[in-house]
């Protein structure tokens, strides 16, 4: 059974500040991985999805990694600000999608 | 596109009722998934489908949970009769194959 872990589980950082969040998953057969925001009391946004034969991928300010044979993966923030606060969710996709815990990042100006 | 659109928003309801979750995916997509988020247990897979087809319902709680999938363009999740464990937050998400999938807004259902 695939579990996946978020660690931090919270993480609070001033503007600016670059940052890393992590993601482990135990079963490392997976189509891809995929992250996601979700802002208080809404929904999920896609952010980025990582196919299993690439190693990273970027989109702004954002870049994911994944290490399948480890079962890692990192989304690295760069130059935060306080419109990134929000929980962060990482999600990988076996026979169906399996969600970490999340990490919620608060960046405070 | 207007995105995965789910209805009601808001649900509050007493125990024992019926309560049905409507759910319109992208134009074009072939998966519909529903989900489920609460505080002790986050988010969980109930059902998906692909082309109209339920393919894996195993996280469907109980036989009081049923989901539908009539077109392409449309699903529904029922809950009969609901119980105040229901009470979560619902969301449904749609993808093209295996790529992304987009969420809808969710749906808060309060069953009291």
């Known amino acids: 059974k695939q579990e996946v872990t978020q660690i931090p589980a919270a993480l609070s950082v001033p503007e600016g500040e670059n940052l890393v969040l992590n993601c482990s998953f135990t079963?490392?057969?997976?189509?891809?991985l995929q992250w996601f925001r979700q802002d208080p009391g809404k929904g999920l946004t896609s952010l980025l999805l990582?196919?299993?034969?690439?190693r990273e991928q970027t989109s702004g300010r954002l870049n994911a990694s994944l290490d399948k044979s480890s079962g890692r993966s990192t989304l690295y923030i760069a130059a935060s600000q306080p419109g990134d606060s929000a929980t962060y969710l990482c999600a990988v996709h076996g026979n169906k999608l399996v969600f970490g815990a999340g990490t919620i990042l608060r960046v405070k100006s | 596109d207007a995105g995965v659109i789910q209805s009601p928003r808001h649900e509050v309801t007493e125990m024992g009722q019926e309560v049905t979750l409507r759910c319109k995916p992208i134009?074009?997509?072939?998966?519909l998934f529903w989900y489920r988020q609460t505080m002790m247990r986050g988010l969980e897979l109930l059902i998906y489908f692909n082309n109209n087809v339920p393919i894996d319902d195993s996280g469907m709680p109980e036989d009081r949970f049923s989901a539908k999938m009539p077109n392409a363009s449309f699903s529904t999740l029922k809950i009969q009769p609901s119980e105040p464990r229901d009470s979560a937050v619902y969301f449904c998400?749609?993808?093209?194959?295996?790529?992304?999938?987009?969420f809808g807004p969710g749906t808060r259902l309060t069953v009291t």
């Open positions: 990582i196919q299993s034969s690439q």
């Open positions: 079963d490392s057969a997976i189509y891809n």
């Open positions: 998400a749609s993808s093209l194959l295996d790529h992304e999938q987009y």
């Open positions: 134009s074009g997509h072939n998966s």
